[in-house]
Nanobody, 116 residues
């Protein structure tokens, strides 16, 4: 059974930084696309950053501020978030999808709140 567990969320002032972690079990990270999504109240879930076999992708709203990285040996994916803005406030979810597959596995999310 696949489990993804996020950690590292919290309350931070605008301009601050947070580092999210997502640890996986029952899954081999090295053969998965890994991503971070977020969902703000009243809004749809959106892709923030993804790590694939060819590189990384970011939403325009976080480019230059957020960095996704992965440690396949530890089955962990990270999201370093710098220069945080109030509009970054959301629940952040970790997701994994096997390369060539369509089934996503999701974590339960971690709350990030950025105060102005």
């Amino acid at each position: 059974q696949v489990q993804l567990v996020e950690s590292g969320g919290g309350l931070v002032q605008a301009g601050g930084s947070l580092r999210l972690s997502c640890a996986g079990s029952g899954i081999i990270f090295s053969i998965n696309v890994l991503g971070w999504y977020r969902q703000a109240p009243g809004k749809q879930r959106e892709l923030v950053a993804a790590s694939t076999s060819t590189g990384t992708n970011y939403a325009d709203s976080v480019k230059g501020r957020f960095t996704i990285s992965r440690d396949n040996a530890k089955n962990t994916v990270y999201l370093q978030m710098n220069s945080l803005k109030p509009e970054d406030t959301a629940v952040y979810y970790c997701a994994a999808r096997p390369y060539g597959g369509t089934l996503f596995s999701w974590g339960r999310g971690t709350q990030v709140t950025v105060s102005s």
